[in-house]
């Protein structure tokens, strides 16, 4: 369960659960990432975010996640679980999860302000469990 004290918010894509953390540490990556300072990074967060911060703030919300750690997680790895379908949640939850963090106030709070709703929870696809990446890329082979 996520801690909103903590900086967590948690959310489901592709019927896999996420727990975003954006913590001193996180936000600190992330300005590194980025390579800019947060006071800026949140005025472009709240004029326009583009795909680069979002695939910035997710893979520094993450990297608290035993899941992915530092070796297994890269800005590119990040980058594949981003679609323009889910452009929108993942912005949406991003959004929520790094404002929640900064300003103390609750996801929930966060997502009535917005009128934003938790989408519906997508039926789980078979994995083996041993990739917490799998099944999140972007590209589609068939």
Not at 4 to 29: I, K, V, W
Not at 71 to 90: C, K, P, Q, S, V
């Amino acid at each position: 369960m996520a801690n909103h004290r903590r900086g967590e918010y948690s959310f489901t894509l592709n019927g896999t659960e996420f727990l975003l953390r954006f913590d001193m540490n996180a936000l600190a990556e992330l300005e590194g990432v980025l390579d800019d300072n947060l006071s800026s990074i949140i005025a472009r967060m709240q004029e326009k975010p583009s795909f680069r911060f979002l695939r910035a703030a997710l893979y520094a919300g993450l990297l608290h996640d035993k899941r992915f750690k530092r070796d297994n997680a890269t800005l590119e790895r990040i980058g594949n679980m981003l679609t323009i379908e889910n452009f929108g949640d993942i912005t949406r939850h991003v959004m929520i999860a790094l404002g929640s963090a900064l300003s103390g106030k609750s996801p929930s709070e966060l997502e009535k302000m917005v009128g934003a709703q938790q989408p519906e929870k997508a039926e789980p696809e078979a994995r083996d469990g041993n990739d917490p990446f799998e099944g999140l890329t972007g590209i589609r082979t068939e």
